[in-house]
């Protein structure tokens, strides 16, 4: 998609400097040119062609919206976490999850991870399914009784129904085999059924989201 980006930029800038161009470009006057008459100051069709005018503003303003995206694409591969802020306020969440993953893709530890995924949840920035898997990883690697709420909440932000569901099974899994110290069953199910709806509406509907529903009735027994 960043290569689409750079084409699409120049491409725009191509036609807005073609369009204007045209725009300048003066219009002749047959009846003067037909006549003995001296030559009059050209007209041009900028002022009076609005839906050209309109056209070119709309070009503009489409390149410098690539160009945003462009910096805010370089601005993450240089790990300035400040550009998931700006890119979530585009309103764009398919840019947003390619900027987020930009950052995961650079993560090389645990340590990595959770700065990025507390980063994401300080900010009240939704996560997506790539970091929040990475998160059960680590939290698979090291399952402590903070690092439970955590996983569960950044999953709970990525709006997976069937990853919150592996979470819960791989959790339950953990605390059977006693690697979960000091954390009770009971404990789990309250965690999971709050961070259940933090999950987008549309989720908690979803076929996954009814298993999830029945998972979580079966902790209760």
Not at 24 to 41: A, D, G, V, Y
Not at 44 to 49: E, I, M, V
Not at 118 to 142: E, I, M, T, Y
Request: proline share 4%; charged share 25%; glycine share 4%.
């Amino acid at each position: 998609m960043i290569v689409g980006l750079f084409i699409i930029s120049f491409l725009l800038v191509l036609i807005s400097f073609a369009t204007y161009r045209w725009l300048l470009q003066p219009k002749p006057n047959r009846l003067i040119e037909e006549s003995n008459q001296p030559p009059l100051p050209p007209t041009f069709l900028f002022a009076p062609d609005e839906k050209a005018l309109a056209e070119f503003q709309r070009l503009e303003e489409e390149a410098r919206n690539i160009n945003q995206k462009l910096s805010l694409v370089h601005r993450a591969k240089g790990g300035d976490k400040e550009a998931l802020v700006e890119s979530f306020s585009l309103n764009e969440r398919g840019f947003y999850d390619e900027v987020l993953d930009a950052f995961v893709e650079q993560t090389k530890t645990d340590e990595e991870v959770w700065s990025l995924a507390l980063f994401v949840k300080d900010k009240s920035l939704p996560a997506n399914s790539n970091l929040a898997d990475r998160c059960l990883s680590a939290f698979q690697k090291n399952p402590t009784r903070q690092l439970l709420g955590n996983t569960f909440h950044v999953v709970a932000l990525s709006d997976d129904a069937d990853l919150f569901q592996k979470t819960i099974e791989t959790t339950i899994k953990l605390w059977q085999e006693k690697k979960l110290a000091g954390v009770s069953k009971e404990e789990i199910r309250e965690i999971a059924e709050s961070e259940f709806w933090v999950l987008a509406q549309e989720a908690r509907n979803s076929g996954a989201g009814f298993l999830l529903k029945q998972t979580l009735s079966d902790l209760r027994l």
